[in-house]
C-alpha cells in the first residue's frame, strides 16, 4: 500500500514565526488532504487538495501530484496553531491513508 | 463543529465484553468512515461506507463489525474485547468518496477496555 512520510515529526516554534511542514508519498494519488488535530483530541479538516495551492489565512498548501509530495505552510504561528498536523492521501484503492503527523508546538 | 455526532465520548470496559459505538453523520453526506487512534499505531482506517454498503475496507480485526442503517447512521461493533483495542475511535464523514470530496471527522469515542 501507500507510503506516507510526513517531516519533520516534531517542531517547536516561537509565536508569530513561520514554517512548513512537509508530506511525501510513495505512489500516485487521486487526493490529499490536511488535517489539524488539536490538543483536544479533534481532528479539523484543513485542506482537501489534490494539486496545486490552496490558501485560508495564515495557511495554505500545496500539493504537486506527479513529484508526490504535499507542502502545508503555516504564517505568524499562534499558540492555537499548536497539535498534530496529518497529511492523508487518497490510495487508488479510495482509501484515505493518514501519516504519523508533525507535532506542532508553538510557545508564547 | 464538524456535524458528525459520536457516540459515547467515553467508553470503559472491561475485557471480553461487546460494545457499541454510534455515528451519525453530517446532513446530506452519504459516506461514513471509521478510524482507530491509539499511541503506537496512530490513524488507522478501518472501513468505509456508502449509501448503505461496505465499500472500503482496511485493518479491521474479525472481532469488529461495522454497519451503515437506511437512515445513513452507522455503528461499530467491538467485541471480545482486550486490553490492546482501547483507543480513539473517530467517525468521518463526506458526500462522496475520498476521491472527490473532503472528510470532516467527530469528535471520537475513547475507549478503554481495563
Known amino acids: 500500500g501507500i507510503q506516507v512520510e510526513q517531516s519533520p515529526p516534531d517542531l517547536i516554534l516561537q509565536e508569530g514565526a513561520n514554517s512548513t511542514l512537509r508530506c511525501n508519498f510513495s505512489?500516485?494519488?487521486?487526493?490529499l488532504q490536511w488535517f489539524h488535530q488539536n490538543p483536544w483530541g479533534q481532528l479539523i479538516n484543513l485542506f482537501y487538495?489534490?494539486?496545486g495551492t490552496k490558501q485560508n489565512g495564515r495557511l495554505s498548501a500545496t500539493t504537486v501530484a506527479t513529484e508526490r509530495y504535499s507542502l502545508l505552510y503555516i504564517s505568524s504561528s499562534q499558540t492555537t496553531d499548536s497539535g498534530v498536523y496529518f497529511c492523508?492521501?487518497?490510495?487508488?484503492?479510495?482509501?484515505?491513508?493518514f501519516g504519523q503527523g508533525t507535532t506542532l508546538q508553538v510557545k508564547p | 463543529d464538524s456535524g458528525v455526532t459520536q457516540t459515547p465520548k467515553h467508553l470503559i470496559t472491561a475485557t471480553g465484553q461487546r460494545v457499541t459505538l454510534r455515528c451519525s453523520p453530517r446532513?446530506?453526506?452519504?459516506?461514513v468512515y471509521w478510524y482507530q487512534q491509539s499511541l503506537d499505531q496512530g490513524l488507522q482506517f478501518l472501513i468505509q461506507?456508502?449509501?448503505?454498503?461496505?465499500?472500503a475496507k482496511g485493518n479491521i480485526l474479525e472481532r469488529f463489525s461495522a454497519q451503515q442503517f437506511p437512515d445513513l447512521h452507522s455503528e461499530l461493533n467491538l467485541s471480545s474485547l482486550e486490553l490492546g483495542d482501547s483507543a480513539l475511535y473517530f467517525c468521518?464523514?463526506?458526500?462522496?468518496?475520498?476521491?472527490?470530496?473532503?472528510?470532516?471527522f467527530g469528535n471520537g469515542t475513547r475507549l478503554t477496555v481495563t
Open positions: 468521518a464523514s463526506s458526500p462522496g468518496t475520498p476521491y472527490n470530496s473532503p472528510l470532516h
Open positions: 505512489d500516485s494519488v487521486n487526493n
Open positions: 487538495i489534490p494539486s
Open positions: 492523508a492521501p487518497t490510495s487508488n484503492t479510495g482509501k484515505l491513508i
Open positions: 446532513s446530506g453526506d452519504l459516506s
Open positions: 461506507y456508502y449509501n448503505g454498503e461496505e465499500r
